[in-house]
């Protein structure tokens, strides 16, 4: 059974840092691209960020680059988000999802972890 | 940037054929996926490459793709398919996701 489950998050001030993990099993996980997506209390979807199979190259959403890194370690199975300089629009569930076949779609969701960037 | 566009709310009655569009700039020459999400739920993808279907969803389901708009079609709307559906598609190594729809069925 696949599975996505993500960890990390909790409360942090603006201007402080986090780093999200997803700790993925059930299927080969050096095989896939992975995705991470956020959402905020009471709103849509976003796209956040993603990273290939062998973790050479990565894609960001404008709002997150820069300040967002993703990374895997295909050797633990783990995708990792690792955020910097929050601010209080950072606020959101962030979901770890799994491409289906890089078509861009995710057929996975973790659960997510919820980030609130508050004083 | 690129932006795809949905209706805030579509309402359909039980056993009739909902409809929710998802537009944008040239949308028919890109791939779009659909994503059902109900409430403190994670979403599920229920289309993708415009017209697939994942295993495990049902046949009501189905999806189009051309001109500027990509149309999500759930024919025979049961009670348990209310909630927020999203469409996504990629831009420029980017993904976009619509502002959502929400499908009351009453």
């Known amino acids: 059974e696949v599975q996505l489950v993500e960890s990390g998050g909790g409360l942090v001030q603006p201007g402080g840092s986090l780093r999200l993990s997803c700790a993925a099993s059930g299927f080969t996980f050096s095989t896939y691209w992975m995705h991470w997506v956020r959402q905020a209390p009471g709103k849509g979807l976003v796209w956040v960020s993603r990273i290939n199979s062998d973790g050479s190259s990565t894609n960001y959403a404008d709002s997150v680059r820069g300040r967002f890194t993703i990374s895997r370690d295909n050797a633990k199975n783990t995708l990792f988000l690792q955020m910097t300089s929050l601010r209080a629009e950072d606020t959101a569930v962030y979901y770890c999802?799994?491409?289906?076949?890089?078509?861009?779609?995710?057929?996975?969701w973790g659960q997510g972890t919820l980030v609130t960037v508050s004083s | 940037s690129y932006e795809l566009t949905q209706p805030p709310s579509v309402s359909v009655s039980p056993g009739q054929t909902a409809s929710i569009t998802c537009s944008g700039g040239?949308?028919?020459?890109?791939?779009v996926c659909w994503y059902q999400q109900k409430p403190g739920q994670s979403p599920v993808l229920v289309i993708y490459q415009d017209t697939k279907r994942p295993s495990g969803i049902p046949e009501r389901f189905s999806g189009s793709n051309s001109g500027n708009t990509a149309t999500l079609t759930i024919s025979g709307t049961q009670a348990m398919d209310e909630a927020d559906y999203y469409c996504q598609a990629w831009d420029s190594s980017t993904g976009v996701f619509g502002g959502g729809t929400k499908l009351t069925v009453l």
């Open positions: 999802t799994r491409d289906l076949l890089n078509s861009g779609s995710y057929d996975y």
């Open positions: 040239k949308l028919g020459d890109k791939y």
